[in-house]
């Protein structure tokens, strides 16, 4: 009855309610309409997920996380999950939701529960332990188009809340009971969404708040709410009640109640009924509903819209969901969008600039002005409110910035010289006084006088007169260091340091061409630090010195300087900034938002103690101190799968393998939505690695270990996003058997059996030892008796060997005997026939000599005697013929072997008487 009064009272305030609704609504419109259009806010940097990227399709209308870190999506296509390295679209047979409509929730005990029209039906689906499960309810009315949902896990089940018009179901799965509450009887009446906290059932509906717990109940908050008492959303943070409204934004804390917004920007009710609010770890309140992803600055009271690079509005945003690691994403009909910093605000040419990159930052006459290459954009209260374009010729490129205070900006625009903006318009100024300078670098005023700086020179200009103060070449950049101190900082030259006062000048160089290349300098806790190509350096015995701070910053390039108010030096380089305490060094990049990586060295500007404006190439960055609540991010690791060659899996309780199963592959997956690219890995396998090992691709999720050895091990995974900070390692152990050869019982086993072999091979060989020392004696014996029976046939022959040899010596000396005797024959036979010889010759001569004499004598004789001496002479011929064929003859019958063997001496003997007769015939 309470409830119901309740309602009957609220009814009549619907009409006015809705009217004014109407009004809010006409005078929106009505100022989007007079705004200049290039009066856009700033856009904050984020990561845009669309099906380029993986995923199934562009149209998000859910977003939730499981406890394991994994994004849960409800889609045009179904349910897709992400785990920060792929997208998974679950099967079109499972027949998920897939309408607009649809609903995705995570609970805490890993299931991932689903509600909404499929094409045939309206279903609720969950997912758990790698299966999807229906649920189904009996007696609940037909659900078409849009309701609510929420799902809560108590101890014997589930409890299902599903929200009509005006109607409540409560379905507890424990005892598939199904409870029907009506709110409310009223036409007008809808009930926007429903969530659970603590046990309880909080419904946010077109007349207020109420609760179910047992029984519908109208929340005290409702007596704090005007006549606009719609809500749309709530949020619990811990004890604190955030409510979103038509338009407003209330906290309901210890039991009071305040608006904290009168002016949201959400002026109507998503039709789809998905209204968001959600509150991050640091406080910051994000909300939408048939609007933009907004969130509220406090300071102010309204809401900023969530611009993003490329895109004006993420209009009629979903859901906004933050995660575990306080990355805000924001899904909707044409994407996906994910905030992690809103430590920058970032402008460039989508959203209003003339060009992207900004060279130069100054403020002048309230407003805030960024230079690009040859055009001026002014912004006021962080909208572009003007644009101003310089002119244009080659070489024109605005290089810096400088204003007195009054309404005079100075404008350095390289070969297009020196430049005066009034307000009104752009007047060249004559700035040259020789050809040979070429081109303006820099401009400054200092002690109420203009300087400005040439490719040769630093001048000062006042009152129209130009002045040549000193030359200096190559000059790149001048800034006031000083009261009396101007630095004038050259491309190749080093650093000059000039007093106006004095005219005196000092000039620093180094011995390293790239630190002789400065592009800024600035004096910080009563130290001059200089930037250069070479990196960030100091003056030292009056050289320009390298100065080391971490390993990060060693050698990068160094383009712009300044010290902040509170005291901390700001280095602008190529590689994004580095703000440095005098302890610690924090680089921001384009990873933690920076718009882009390169810093103009002019374009760094503080200009309050919130906010520092940063100009790259990207265009321009806004860094808000109050948004840099840095946290230690840790990716959440999970060990997926740790599998054999042959297809063994290792768990925690069958970790025990074979010595031949000993290939082993573990995937992990570090799950982080910060920045996917920048997780790392380190892994080590106990018992067989050293050390750790690393792996810096976020894609590399798995190791492989080939032919392990027999032994314990325990394999550790860990993850990071900076090599610094590592989650808690993941591990798990295992062991690998021995071969049976290994095992203690085999080695004992086959001990013994060597030993017994031992044994039995000497038991054997003693055996076959005695047996050969048995032969052996019977071969000794029978060798002994052939040995004594072949020394008793030696012994005889010995025996006749020496009678043998007695003869032999008896026949020697007989033999000698007749060899002497023969001896003393053949000595005389000898002596005869040299007798016989003799006598021959005398035989032979007698003839021979007559036969010369009767020759000589032919000669001397006359012719008559001729015949007579020549008969002479043939007589004589004749005679020697005789005796030459007796000798012959006798000759013939001599044989000398016989002489020699018959030892014979008779025979010479008759052939000596007969050469005696021969002799005697001869006479």
């Known amino acids: 009855m309470n409830v119901l009064l309740n309602i009957a009272i609220k009814n009549h305030k619907t009409v006015v309610k809705r009217l004014t609704v109407l009004i809010r609504i006409i005078n929106i419109f009505l100022l989007l309409g007079i705004i200049h259009s290039t009066a856009w806010s700033q856009f904050y940097p984020a990561k845009v997920y669309s099906i380029r ?35 998974h679209l679950f099967s079109d047979s499972l027949q998920l939701p897939n309408s607009p409509y649809s609903y995705i929730r995570a609970l805490e005990d890993g299931s991932v529960w689903t509600a909404g029209q499929n094409s045939n039906d309206f279903v609720i689906k969950y997912y758990k332990n790698e299966n999807w499960q229906s649920v189904k309810l009996e007696g609940i009315e037909k659900i078409e188009g849009k309701f609510t949902f929420d799902v809560r896990l108590n101890n014997s089940g589930y409890s299902i809340i599903i929200g009509g018009r005006n109607t409540i179901y409560l379905h507890e799965t424990s ?67 955030y409510l979103l409204g038509i338009n407003w934004l209330a906290l309901y804390q210890d039991d009071e109640f305040k608006y904290l917004s009168n002016d949201t920007g959400v002026n109507s009710s998503s039709r789809f009924n998905k209204h968001n609010l959600t509150v991050d770890r640091f406080g910051r309140i994000f909300y939408s509903s048939m609007s933009s992803a907004q969130f509220l600055d406090r300071s102010t009271g309204y809401g900023k819209i969530l611009y993003i690079n490329g895109r004006v509005f993420n209009a009629q945003s979903n859901r906004i969901y933050v995660d575990t690691e306080n990355n805000v994403w924001v899904g909707d009909h044409r994407g996906l969008f994910k905030f992690n910093v809103l430590r920058f605000q970032n402008y460039n040419e989508n959203i209003g600039l003339a060009n992207d990159e900004v060279t130069a930052i100054t403020y002048h006459d309230q407003q805030l002005i960024l230079a690009n290459q040859n055009q001026l954009n002014f912004l006021e209260n962080g ?40 307000g009104q318009e752009v007047i060249n100024l004559d700035w040259k006084t020789k050809n040979e300078d070429h081109v303006v670098t820099s401009v400054e005023f200092i002690n109420d006088k203009l300087y400005y ?61 790239i630190y002789s290349n400065v592009y800024n300098v600035c004096k910080w806790n009563d130290q001059y630090f200089i930037g250069t190509s070479g990196g960030l350096a100091v003056i030292k015995n009056k050289q ?104 063994s899996v290792l768990t925690e309780s069958q970790n025990i393998l074979k010595h031949d199963n000993n290939t082993i592959e573990f995937q ?34 798995s190791v492989r270990y080939t032919n392990l050895p027999p032994g314990d091990f325990e394999f550790l995974v860990e993850s990071s996003l900076d090599n610094n900070n590592w989650s808690v390692p993941k591990s798990l152990s295992f062991t690998i058997e021995k071969p049976f050869y290994y095992t203690y019982w085999f080695v004992a086993i086959s001990i013994i059996g060597v030993l017994i072999l031992l044994y039995s091979i000497y038991r054997i060989r003693f055996y076959f030892i005695l047996k050969n020392q048995q032969k052996l004696k019977k071969e000794v014996k029978l060798r002994t008796q052939e040995i004594q029976r072949m020394n008793d046939e030696i012994q005889a022959q010995n025996e006749e060997l020496i009678s043998q040899s007695e003869e032999i010596a008896t026949n020697n000396e007989r033999l000698e005997e007749i060899v002497q005797d023969r001896t003393r024959k053949l000595r005389e036979q000898n002596d005869r026939l040299s007798k016989y010889a003799f006598m021959n010759s005398h035989e032979l001569r007698g003839p021979i000599c007559r036969m010369i004499g009767l020759l000589n004598l032919l000669k001397l004789s006359q012719q008559t005697e001729y015949e007579k001496i020549l008969s002479l002479i043939q007589e004589t011929g004749k005679e020697l013929d005789i005796i030459t064929r007796h000798i012959n003859k006798l000759l013939d019958n001599v044989d000398l072997s016989d002489l020699q063997e018959a030892n014979s001496i008779e025979v010479i003997n008759a052939n000596s008487r007969e050469q005696d007769q021969i002799d005697d015939n001869i006479n």
Do not use: C
Request: avoid cysteine; proline fraction near 2%; aromatic fraction near 12%.
């Open 53 to 87: 990227d993986g995923m199934p399709t562009n149209a998000i209308f859910d977003i939730t996380q499981a406890n394991d870190g994994i994004m849960w999506f409800m889609t045009s296509k179904g349910v897709v999950n992400y785990n920060s390295l792929k997208w």
């Open 175 to 241: 005892n598939s009971t199904l409870q029907k509450y009506q709110l409310s009887d009223n036409p007008y009446y809808r009930i926007n969404s429903i969530k659970f906290h603590n046990k309880i059932a909080y419904i946010s509906t077109s007349e207020g708040l109420y609760t179910l717990n047992n029984s519908i109940s109208s929340h005290p908050v409702n007596q704090h709410l005007e006549i606009n008492d719609e809500v749309l959303q709530i949020h619990w943070d811990k004890k604190d009640l």
């Open 383 to 422: 909208n572009i409110v003007k644009k101003l374009n310089i002119g244009f010729q080659a070489g024109i490129r605005i290089l810096d910035l400088a204003t007195n205070g009054s309404n005079q900006l100075f404008i350095a625009a390289n070969s297009a010289g020196l430049k005066l903006y009034d």
């Open 453 to 513: 700086s040439t490719n040769v020179a630093l001048y000062s200009y006042e009152e129209g007169v130009i002045k040549k103060e000193v030359k200096v070449p190559y000059i790149r950049n001048i800034s006031q260091l000083n009261k009396d101190t101007i630095a004038a900082l050259s491309t190749s030259e080093g650093l000059f340091l000039y007093n106006p006062s004095t005219k005196n000048i000092q000039q620093f160089t180094s011995s390293s061409r």
């Open 544 to 647: 320009i010195v390298p100065f080391f701070t971490s390993e990060k910053l060693n050698r990068v390039a160094i383009y712009s300087l300044f010290v902040s108010k509170n005291n901390n030096l700001w280095l602008g380089t190529n590689e994004g900034i580095f703000i440095w305490d005098g302890m610690d060094i924090t680089n921001y990049n384009k990873a933690h938002g920076l718009v882009g990586d390169e810093i103009n060295r002019n374009a760094f500007l503080q200009i309050n103690k919130e906010e520092v404006w940063i100009g790259t190439e990207m265009g321009a960055s806004v860094y808000n101190f109050d948004e840099d609540l840095s946290t230690e991010l840790i990716p959440n690791l999970q060990l997926k799968k740790a599998e054999t060659l042959e297809g």
């Open 668 to 701: 992990f997956l570090g799950v982080s939505y910060f920045d996917e690219n920048q997780i790392n890995y380190r892994y080590k396998l106990n018992g067989f690695d050293e050390d750790w090992l690393y792996i810096d691709n976020p894609n590399s999720n």
